[in-house]
C-alpha cells in the first residue's frame, strides 16, 4: 500500500517527484525517500517521517533522473533504516510497493553471497538482487527482468542504477502501475493523481508488465519478455481536482463534493433510465439467467454490498449474498453456474478483492460485475460487466464520495435486475427514477446541516466509545457510521442492528455510551422506538438522525436531527452524510490527522 513516483526528463525532477509523492501520501505516509541521478552523480535521501520533512532535508537537490517513495509499514518498523529507496550492493536504488512472500529464503541466498542487509523489508531483497544480474550480465533490462522472475508475491517496483544513469526501470505484478508520458520526459506512478501535474497521457501497464523508460521513449515487455505496444490514453481529470482550494482537509472537500459525484454518476442513468444496457451490451441476458447474486467487497464498499441486498431481494426475488473478500477466498463452496459476481472497489486494484473474483471464477461458469471508480483498473479490465461511478479523485482515507456513488450504483442495478427480469410494476419503476432525480438536491439540502452536527461533536468527542444503531437497509448504515469514527476520531465504535441491542450490547450502555440511532419513516420505526427506549432507560444519551414524520421516536432523545425530506429506498445515502459529518467534526475536535489516520492506507493493494 505503499506510493512510488518515477521521473526522467531534461530537467530538474525533484519538485516534481516530491510533487507526485504528496498526492500518493494516502497510500501510506510513515516514510518516505528519494533516489536521485545526475551526470555520473548517485544519492538518495530518506526520512522517518512525512513527504514535507523529505522534502525540507531534500532541499536545494537536483537531478535528471529519480524515484520516489512513501511508506506504509508492512516488514520492518517505520524507521529511516526501512525507508525506501533501498540500495543494492553500491550502485542500485529500487522502490517497491507490494510484498515479497519468498524474500526469507532469497535473502539466505543473498547473505551467502556476501551482500549486507541494512533494513528489515522484504524489499531489500529485490535491490541486492537487480544488482547481481547487472554484475553478470551488464544490461539492466535483462538484470530486473531476471529478478522479477525469481520473485514470488506482489510488487510494483522502480529500479534506478548509477551506470545506466539514463534509463528507469518499472515492472508490475499485483500492484498497479501506470505509466505518463511527456515531451523529452517520462513517468511512472501507483496512481495517475501522482502525475496529473506533469501530463494528462497515460498508459496503464497490464499484469506481469515491464516499462524501460528513456527521455525520448518508452519500451514495453510483457511477463513473457516480449515487446508489446499498450494503447495510450488522455486522461480526462483535472490536475486541480486534487487541491484543497478553501476546505480544511480533503475528507471535508469530499463530503460536499458528494451532489456533484452523485450527478455525474447518475449522467447515463437519467438518459437512458435504470437499463441492463448501462453495464454492459449483454447485461439484459446474464441479469435474466442469473440464478443468485453473490456480492464480494471490503471496508466501506462491503458495507454498500450489504444495503444492496436489501433492495436486490426486495425488487427482484434474486437470493443475495454478500462477502467480505479475504474471508470468501478462502471458502471452499462452490458456486452456482450464473451466479452474477458483484465486485465493489473504489480502486479497482484492491487485492483480497481481485483474489477473491479469480476465486470465484475457479468454483463455476459465474459472471462478473465490476462496480468501481477508476477506469482501466485491474477488476474492470477482468470484469465482464462495468459500472464506473464519477466519484473523481479521493484522497482522504476516510471513504466518502466513493461510498455514496456505489450506493447510487447499486441501487441502479437492482432496478436495472428488476426491470430485466420484469418483478416490478410501471409504477415502481418510474418512483425509483424519480427517486435518483430528487437525491443531488436532496444530498444538498443535508450538507446544509453541517453545523448541527458540528455541535454534536464537541459533545461526542469527550467520549471513548460509541454505539450506531439502525434497521433494515440503515442497520449498514451504522456499521458504517461507526466505522468512520473509529477510522478518523480513534473512538471505539461499533454498529448493530437496533433489534440485536438486547442480545448484548445493551450491557455496555450507561451514561458513558452516546447510542446514534438513524431513523426512517418505515414499518419498522415503532420497533426501533422500543430499541431506544431500553438505551434511554439505562441512562444511555440518544443522539437521533430522523426522517421527518418519526416524531414517535424524539421524547426520550438526548439530540435530535431531523432530516429535510423522507427519501424512501434511498434513505442509506442520505443518512450516510450526517454520519460522515459527524465523524469528521469529531476528529477536528479531537485533533487527529483527519485525512491520513494512524496505521491506514487507502488502496490495499497487498494482503
Not at 55 to 79: I, V
Not at 392 to 417: D, N, P
Amino acid at each position: 500500500m505503499c506510493g512510488i513516483v518515477g521521473a526522467i526528463s531534461e530537467r530538474n525532477v525533484v519538485s516534481m517527484l516530491l510533487a507526485g509523492l504528496q498526492r500518493l501520501e494516502y497510500r501510506g505516509y510513515d516514510s518516505s525517500g528519494l533516489a536521485l541521478a545526475q551526470r555520473g552523480e548517485f544519492s538518495r535521501v530518506r526520512v522517518a517521517g512525512r513527504v514535507a520533512d523529505l522534502a525540507a532535508k531534500a532541499a536545494g537537490q537536483s537531478a535528471l533522473a529519480g524515484l520516489a517513495h512513501t511508506r506504509w509499514a508492512t516488514h520492518g518498523a517505520p524507521t529511516e533504516l526501512n525507508a525506501h529507496p533501498h540500495l543494492g550492493g553500491d550502485s542500485v536504488l529500487i522502490v517497491h510497493n507490494g510484498i515479497i512472500e519468498n524474500h526469507a529464503a532469497l535473502r539466505t541466498e543473498l547473505l551467502a553471497q556476501g551482500y549486507q542487509f541494512t533494513s528489515e523489508t522484504d524489499s531489500e531483497v529485490i535491490a541486492h538482487l537487480v544488482h547481481h544480474y547487472l554484475e553478470r550480465s551488464n544490461d539492466l533490462l535483462s538484470a530486473v527482468q531476471a529478478t522479477i522472475g525469481r520473485l514470488t508475491g506482489a510488487f510494483a517496483i522502480g529500479v534506478l542504477s548509477r551506470d545506466y544513469p539514463d534509463t528507469i526501470i518499472c515492472a508490475r505484478r499485483g500492484s498497479p502501475l501506470v505509466l505518463g508520458l511527456g515531451f523529452g520526459e517520462q513517468f511512472f506512478a501507483s496512481d495517475i493523481a501522482a502525475l496529473l501535474p506533469v501530463t494528462q497521457r497515460m498508459i496503464y501497464l497490464e499484469e506481469g508488465d515491464l516499462a524501460e523508460l528513456h527521455r525520448g521513449e518508452v519500451r514495453i515487455f510483457n511477463a513473457a519478455g516480449e515487446p508489446v505496444t499498450r494503447q495510450a490514453r488522455t486522461v480526462d481529470v483535472a490536475a486541480d481536482s486534487a487541491d484543497l482550494g478553501h476546505y480544511r482537509h480533503y475528507m471535508q472537500k469530499e463530503i460536499f463534493e458528494q451532489p456533484v459525484a452523485i450527478t455525474n454518476t447518475l449522467q447515463r442513468v437519467i438518459e437512458l433510465g435504470c437499463q441492463p444496457a448501462l453495464f454492459g451490451p449483454t447485461a439484459e441476458a446474464l441479469f435474466v439467467a442469473a440464478p443468485a447474486i453473490r456480492i464480494v467487497a471490503c471496508g466501506s464498499s462491503y458495507h454498500a454490498g450489504l444495503v444492496a441486498r436489501y433492495w436486490i431481494e426486495e425488487w427482484t426475488g434474486l437470493p443475495v449474498s454478500v462477502d467480505i473478500a479475504s474471508e470468501y477466498r478462502y471458502r471452499k463452496g462452490r458456486e452456482q453456474d450464473g451466479t452474477l459476481i458483484v465486485a465493489i472497489s473504489q480502486s479497482g486494484e484492491t487485492a483480497d478483492l481481485l483474489a477473491a473474483m479469480r476465486s470465484a471464477r475457479e468454483r463455476g461458469d459465474v459472471k462478473v460485475l465490476a462496480i468501481c471508480n477508476v477506469p482501466h483498473s485491474t477488476l474492470t479490465r477482468e470484469s465482464d460487466l462495468l459500472f464506473l461511478t464519477q466519484a473523481g479523485l479521493e484522497i482522504g482515507v476516510a471513504s466518502t464520495k466513493a461510498f455514496t456513488t456505489q450506493l447510487v450504483a447499486l441501487y441502479v442495478l437492482a432496478a436495472a435486475l428488476a426491470s430485466s427480469r420484469k418483478t416490478l410494476s410501471a409504477a415502481a419503476e418510474r418512483e425509483i427514477s424519480e427517486s435518483l432525480h430528487r437525491l443531488p438536491v436532496l444530498v444538498e439540502e443535508v450538507l446544509a446541516m453541517d453545523g448541527q452536527l458540528e455541535e454534536w461533536a464537541q459533545e461526542l468527542a469527550h467520549y471513548h466509545n460509541a454505539l450506531f444503531l439502525g434497521r433494515h437497509t440503515l442497520f449498514p448504515i451504522a456499521l458504517e457510521g461507526a466505522l468512520k469514527l473509529k477510522e478518523i476520531a480513534y473512538i471505539h465504535a461499533e454498529g448493530y442492528a437496533a433489534g440485536e441491542l438486547k442480545h448484548g450490547p445493551l450491557a455496555l450502555v450507561d451514561e458513558d455510551m452516546p447510542v446514534i440511532v438513524c431513523a426512517a419513516r418505515d414499518e419498522l420505526l415503532e420497533k426501533l422506538v422500543s430499541n431506544m427506549r431500553e438505551v434511554e432507560a439505562r441512562s444511555g444519551k440518544v443522539f437521533l438522525l430522523a426522517e421527518p414524520g418519526c416524531e414517535s421516536a424524539h421524547p426520550g432523545a438526548h439530540r435530535v436531527l431531523t432530516l429535510p425530506a423522507a427519501s424512501g429506498p434511498l434513505a442509506p445515502v442520505v443518512m450516510t452524510l450526517p454520519l460522515q459529518m459527524l465523524s469528521y467534526h469529531t476528529a477536528c475536535r479531537k485533533g487527529t490527522d483527519v485525512d491520513k489516520p494512524r496505521n491506514l492506507a487507502k488502496s490495499v493493494t497487498v494482503e
